[in-house]
T-cell receptor
């Protein structure tokens, strides 16, 4: 199947710093990417949907100024957690699909474990 | 919006026995229902999915059933093996999978050798 690469896999940072997470589609053009966060032993909660070249659509309750999403190319989307605080510590995971594809062809990244001290 | 509930939250079965996980959804417009398996710290992996135009789908030891009237769907794993131990998530979306997925709360399945 298609491959979605996510980096870094783990990051530890101090409170107040910003962290950037990258999600790349390696062998297809990802026109749509989804960003989720997952707390321990909980479900995947959709944060935002991004389409290449346009602004991301954020889910209710997700601060767009805190979680900056950029989807400037068909193979790369980034999530930047700005001024991170301990409550932002979570597992962040992206998923991507290509032009005209449905969720039957949705591919997940390997996730990023963020720990904010 | 869509709300997906999943039960049970934890499930332990003896190796070789069957496991059943159930989900209910609220939005009658939902018509695509995938199941994902996620091991600790890993990415979710699609194991089986079903569209609303069929009532059952099977792939070797895994099957999914769908009751549109009752708005619930279930995952059935037969002849369970230790490697089936993981967290399983159901999900739902509308427009035959073109819209965003709403995930269930997950079931931690443990297979007892």
């Amino acid at each position: 199947g298609a491959v979605v690469s996510q980096h870094p896999s783990r990051v530890i940072c101090k409170s107040g710093t910003s962290v950037k997470i990258e999600c790349r589609s390696l062998d297809f053009q990802a026109t749509t990417m989804f960003w989720y966060r997952q707390f321990p032993k909980q479900s995947l909660m959709l944060m935002a949907t991004s389409n290449e070249g346009s602004k991301a659509t954020y889910e209710q309750g997700v601060e767009k100024d805190k979680f900056l999403i950029n989807h400037a190319s068909l193979t790369l989307s980034t999530l930047t957690v700005t001024s991170a605080h301990p409550e932002d510590s979570s597992f962040y995971i992206c998923s991507a699909r290509g032009l005209g594809a449905t969720n039957e062809k949705l591919f997940f990244g390997s996730g990023t474990q963020l720990s904010v001290l | 919006g869509e709300n997906v509930e999943q039960h049970p939250s934890t499930l332990s079965v003896q190796e070789g026995d069957s496991a059943v996980i159930k989900c209910t959804y609220s939005d009658s417009a939902s018509n695509y229902f995938p199941w994902y398996k996620q091991e600790l710290g890993k990415r979710p992996q699609l194991i089986i999915d079903i569209r609303s135009n069929v009532g059952e789908k099977k792939d070797q030891r895994i099957a999914v059933t769908l009751n549109k009237t009752a708005k619930h769907f279930s995952l059935h794993i037969t002849e369970t093996q230790p490697e089936d131990s993981a967290v399983y998530f159901c999900a739902a979306s509308s427009n035959f999978g073109n819209e965003k997925l709403t995930f269930g709360t997950g079931t931690r399945l443990t297979i007892i050798p």
